[in-house]
Nanobody
Framework: QVQLVESGGGLVQAGGSLRLSCAASGSIFRINAMGWYRQAPGKQRELVAAITSGGSSNYADSVKGRFTISRDNAKNTVYLQMNRLKPEDTAVYYC???????????????WGQGTQVTVSS
């Protein structure tokens, strides 16, 4: 079994900061890309930021310059530092990992359960 467990969501005022964490555990052989997605009520899930095992990252235009993704490969953990938060950042944030399980023949996508981020104006 593989689990992705997120933490760090909550309620914050506009202009504030939050840091999300997501730890992967289980019978993991290798983690390729990791990322954060979000889904606001009535909207489709969208990519916020992603990072490769080598540290290359990309961001949605809406969060560039405000959010920073990072990872600790030794801990199988990905982080999302969110600064200068806006009410439109309010959403459920989901962690995603493209990973290869031990003894598996190919990598698959795995998802966390989601963590709520609410930004008040």
């Amino acid at each position: 079994q593989v689990q992705l467990v997120e933490s760090g969501g909550g309620l914050v005022q506009a202009g504030g900061s939050l840091r999300l964490s997501c730890a992967a555990s289980g019978s993991i052989f290798r983690i390729n890309a990791m990322g954060w997605y979000r889904q606001a009520p009535g909207k489709q899930r969208e990519l916020v930021a992603a990072i490769t095992s080598g540290g290359s990252s990309n961001y949605a235009d809406s969060v560039k310059g405000r959010f920073t993704i990072s990872r600790d490969n030794a801990k199988n953990t990905v982080y999302l530092q969110m600064n200068r938060l806006k009410p439109e950042d309010t959403a459920v944030y989901y962690c995603n990992a493209d990973l290869l399980r031990a003894w598996a023949s190919r990598a698959y996508d795995y998802w966390g359960q989601g963590t709520q981020v609410t930004v008040s104006s």
